[in-house]
């Protein structure tokens, strides 16, 4: 916790020494995570008088004032601005070129914004693990067409390997597909019916969209 009464210099002494930080280094240990966390003017300012963000900044600060190797956060951004989420974000950044940092959140964009891998618990158990990059690389089983002549929702359902269809409105659908379907194989259905198509685009997997499907396969199921 904070201690709203002390200055933000006053504080970091404290954990550093609570974090048996050498009696020595305590001075540039302190200017070390002032310096990361963009703290050097605000060492004498009381904690109480402190914005959101930067009372966030001096928690992180404290965190690593005895440099660990691995940092864990818990909703970093939780009530902050949107100016001191995009601060607080750049800060995580910069902290995981020193340290292994491990962000505990639900806020799914600001894992895809600030991290390099993703894991997924449901209910005390592992069930996604995965570096962003090549999850970004995935295909999502979705895809969408556009159509010179529409032939109606319906019809479109009755494509084989199609699962689901949702009108985009002017001649465009989002298809969802099963596991076996061939996107070169439902291209040749729709020409055959002579449709007209003009377009048709696999859409990424996002990981709002893995999180869902993965923490709902249960609740799907039964």
């Known amino acids: 916790p904070l201690y709203p009464e002390l200055t ?16 020595s280094e305590i001075a540039a240990a302190l200017d070390r995570v002032k310096t990361l966390c963009g703290l050097e003017p605000d060492g004498d300012r009381l904690i109480r ?13 404290q965190a690593i004032i005895h440099n660990p190797r691995v940092i864990i956060l818990d909703e970093p951004t939780n009530g902050l601005d949107p100016n001191q989420i995009i601060e607080i974000r750049n800060l995580i950044r910069t902290l995981g070129k020193h340290h292994g940092v491990i962000l505990s959140t639900h806020i799914l964009p600001e894992v895809q914004s600030v991290c390099d891998r993703v894991v997924i618990l449901n209910r005390g158990r592992q069930v996604y693990m995965e570096r962003l990059a090549q999850m970004n690389d995935q295909e999502s089983g979705m895809l969408t067409i556009r159509l010179e002549r529409s032939p109606g929702e319906a019809a479109v359902t009755e494509l084989e ?62």
Do not use: H, M
Request: some cysteine.
């Open 8 to 23: 933000v210099d006053e504080y970091l002494c404290f954990c550093a020494r609570l974090k048996a930080v050498v009696k």
């Open 49 to 61: 008088n402190l914005s959101k963000g930067y009372q966030q900044r001096v928690g992180i600060a």
């Open 161 to 222: 390997g199609v699962i689901g269809v949702t009108a985009l409105g002017a001649n465009r659908f989002s298809l969802r597909l099963t596991g076996s379907c061939s996107i070169a194989g439902l291209a040749k259905q729709i020409v055959q019916r002579n449709w007209g198509l003009q377009e048709l685009v696999p859409e990424k997997q996002n990981l709002e969209q893995i999180f869902y499907r993965l923490t709902t396969a249960g609740e799907q199921n039964g």
